[in-house]
């Protein structure tokens, strides 16, 4: 069986499946007849343990961008929509504590993805930023050089 549906036996592992972007729109803006409730069965079966899935930081950032994007939302607000889903038990995020101090960067400072993706990880790791984008200032716990 795969992600979507399975059998239990006394010996079956649970599948591990990776999310697509368009899997998770369906679920969040619930705006697909078909697609919508395939997406909120699959997500159920997440929390019922019978499938475990898994989302990565790609995956955040393309679902930021078609939410900022194509459904016109402020940044803050499409970080704000993908906040609790990605704090849920539901799904692994790759890098979880960085993506949701991501979207955290973002909703204070209202900046693009990959701008508090990156401030984010330098911010983990001490490191400084070199860039020329004056966004990156407004977060005061990284250091952002100008180059010369």
């Known amino acids: 069986m795969g ?7 006394a010996f ?12 998770v729109l369906r ?9 919508s409730p395939a ?10 343990g019978k ?3 898994l989302i990565s930081a790609v995956t955040v950032a393309e679902l ?3 939410l900022a994007r194509a459904y016109k939302h402020p940044r803050s607000e499409a ?11 539901i799904i692994e995020v790759e890098n979880r504590k960085r993506v949701i101090d991501t979207l955290r960067r973002v909703i204070k400072a209202n900046v693009d993805f990959g701008d508090a993706y990156l401030a984010a ?3 983990e790791k001490g490191d400084q930023i070199v860039s020329f984008d004056d966004d990156l200032k407004s977060f005061n716990d990284v250091t952002t050089i100008v180059p010369q």
């Open 12 to 23: 079956t592992v649970t599948p591990r499946c990776h999310l697509d972007a368009n899997v």
């Open 79 to 89: 970080a704000a929509t993908l906040l609790p889903f990605l704090q849920s038990d």
């Open 39 to 48: 997406s909120a069965r699959l997500f159920g079966n997440a929390k019922a």
């Open 64 to 66: 930021f961008y078609v």
């Open 51 to 53: 499938v475990q899935l």
């Open 121 to 123: 990880t330098a911010s």
């Open 27 to 35: 679920f969040l803006r619930n705006d697909d007849p078909r697609q």
């Open 3 to 9: 992600c979507a549906e399975r059998e239990e036996t």
